[in-house]
């Protein structure tokens, strides 16, 4: 065995070289900082924080590196001299293995398939529950099931682990089993340290490591339904959870060095168990604690078919917690048959990182170039700011203000900017009143919408008439396409809205020609007593800003209907329709 000064060389060499390593990341820059303090490749540092760590992250790491040299030199402490039975030696040398695998083993076994990694760890905490069973004198055959009890439970989670690696039918529904497992760890730690307490061979030092242990397995639960899921929450939190989770491999340590086969160790001298009691407080004050290291394979909450997904609640509608949810459906999202923003073989935290590496690009090249190394099948599309909004509201919000609102305040906003803008448009016969008469915004389609109709809503053959009058239009390139019920007309200027104003006479009014770019005069007929003009519907942008009346004021039967049309300086389009009854169906050209 070796001795207590070889074991003292090594705890402070290694203890050392981690605060050295500290240091020297903060020279080195960010990607090696991280090395220093989690203990694992710079590609993940690339991964969690693509365009550098924050002033919070990189205070969150020197203390971080400082908590776990403190528990570091707990851990490397000499084992305790005394013979060991044949069990007690394979429990020792089995504790140790997971302390060296939770320490630096995990990244080499990482490499391994999934499957190959998930069996290991079932392998590894069956053979040691097993022995804990055999080893432990539980002094209560009460005691020793409930510990077998609770350890049939880890099992099973862990089980069900490996079958969902192997693709085979699971124990049960993950969500189930995986609380069944957090639980069932944290009562069989319970269940372990009153054993330990019982049988009397481990110290007070090691029971206080337990239960402190305990405390950290009980926080995972609270502090996931309060930070939501905390692996995409901010990273100086993460990296302190990484830290703090090493109170349960200090147990571990400690339950392996105190395994002499008969007596008690002597208990620690007055100044040493201080030192721990200080340490034990210092880490029971930390603001977030929890059993919970950096995520090693992909972790899929949302795939692009998630059912989660199908609602798309604006901004303003979620929670800050719900917000990371929200940017992850939308970047694995195939809606439309379009390929994912992001591919499913990216955690969640990745997909994060890269989302907020996103929004502090300035043009579209370094878009394209961050989703090329994301692995993205559309890289040249880049990433939209209402997409972008969920993950960095301060920077979006900036220039895009209104995607920070709630369904109802874009509603207020949106009844504001059309009763605004009606407000911009006037009669332009102020002085000959109509039976009945309205003047709107008219909103258009900004892709191109060909103009709006005058139709008889109810006519069954109103939607066949639509498509002839359009035709018309299209193939005649005139201004007006005419169709039974239905007249469609177009728009002179390439603009999104015009001013539109409507009047119905009993008689033809004058022609008044004089100031307007065209005027035409077409025939209309109405089936079912009503003509009027489409309004914008609910959610929808395009149709009157107001509601339109009734032109067919003489109930079913023809029509005639008059178009004016004029651009005035400022290039507003302004539309003046006026319809009375009359029988004739000629079109007329009252002004090219």
């Avoid at 040493?272 to 090693?296: D, F, G, M, S």
């Avoid at 919000?397 to 009844?415: D, Q, V």
Wanted: charged residues 20%.
């Amino acid at each position: 065995m070796l001795s207590d000064g070889f074991w003292r060389i090594i705890r402070i060499g290694l203890v050392g070289l981690v605060l050295a390593a500290a240091v020297a990341g903060l020279v080195l820059g960010d990607a090696w900082l991280w090395v220093a303090v989690e203990w694992s490749p710079p590609t993940y540092a690339q991964f969690y924080a693509p365009g550098g760590f924050g002033t919070p992250t990189a205070v969150a790491l020197l203390v971080a590196a400082l908590v776990k040299a403190a528990l570091l030199w707990l851990i490397l402490r000499a084992p305790a001299p005394g013979p060991l039975d044949r069990r007690a030696k394979a429990l020792r040398r089995l504790l140790y293995l997971t302390v060296a695998y939770t320490l630096v083993l995990w990244y080499p076994i990482a490499l391994l398939p999934d499957a190959v990694v998930a069996a290991f760890r079932l392998a590894l905490w069956t053979a040691i529950d097993v022995l804990y069973l055999l080893v432990i004198r539980w002094r209560s055959g009460m005691l020793r099931a409930a510990a077998g009890a609770m350890f049939a439970v880890e099992m099973v989670g862990m089980a069900n682990e490996l079958l969902d690696e192997l693709d085979l039918p699971e124990l049960g529904s993950g969500g189930i089993v995986e609380l069944a497992l957090i639980l069932g760890g944290v009562v069989a730690t319970i269940i372990t340290v009153v054993g330990q307490r019982r049988d009397g061979r481990w110290s007070r030092g090691t029971q206080a490591a337990g239960w402190l242990s305990v405390g950290v397995c009980a926080l995972v639960i609270p502090l996931n339904v309060l930070f939501g899921r905390i692996s995409s929450g901010n990273l100086a939190m993460l990296v302190m959870m990484d830290a703090v989770g090493l109170v349960s491999t200090v147990w571990i340590a400690a339950t392996a060095r105190e395994l002499p086969a008969e007596g008690r160790p002597a208990d620690l001298p007055p100044a040493r168990r201080r030192v721990i009691r200080v340490a034990v407080a210092a880490v029971a004050v930390l603001p977030i604690i929890a059993l919970i290291h950096p995520e090693q394979t992909p972790r899929l909450t949302y795939t692009g078919w998630s059912m989660d997904c199908y609602d798309r609640p604006s901004f303003g509608d979620l929670k800050p917690v719900e917000r990371d949810a929200a940017f992850l459906c939308r970047g694995r999202s195939t809606e439309g048959g379009v390929p994912p923003m992001f591919p499913d073989s990216l955690s969640d935290q990745e997909i994060l990182a890269y989302g907020r590496a996103l929004c502090r690009t300035q043009d579209r090249d370094e878009q394209k170039a961050i989703l090329t190394r994301a692995g993205s099948a559309r890289p040249a599309w880049g990433a939209d700011p209402w997409d972008l909004v969920y993950v960095c509201p301060e920077i979006v919000g900036a220039t895009h203000p209104e995607l920070l609102r709630s369904t109802t305040e874009t509603e207020a906003a949106n009844t504001a900017y059309i009763a605004e803008e009606n407000a911009k448009c006037r009669d332009p016969w102020p002085r000959t009143k109509g039976v009945v008469q309205a003047t709107a915004k008219y909103f258009l389609f900004v892709d191109g919408d060909p103009g709006y109709l005058v139709h008889d809503p109810e006519d069954e053959a109103a939607d066949e008439a639509a498509e002839l009058a359009m035709d018309k239009v299209y193939d005649d390139t005139a201004l007006i396409g005419v169709a039974g019920s239905v007249v469609l007309i177009g728009h002179v200027e390439d603009v999104v809205d015009l001013c539109l104003t409507v009047k119905a006479f009993r008689t033809p009014p004058p022609q008044r020609t004089a100031g307007w770019y065209q005027v035409n005069e077409v025939p209309i007929v109405s089936r079912s007593g009503r003509l009027t003009v489409p309004e914008m519907g609910e959610g929808g942008d395009v149709g009157a800003g107001a509601p339109m009346p009734n032109l067919a004021i003489a109930g079913k039967g023809r029509y005639r209907l008059r178009v004016y049309v004029r651009v005035d300086d400022a290039g507003e389009e302004q539309h003046l329709v006026v319809v009375f009854p009359g029988a004739s169906r000629k079109r007329l050209t009252l002004k090219p």
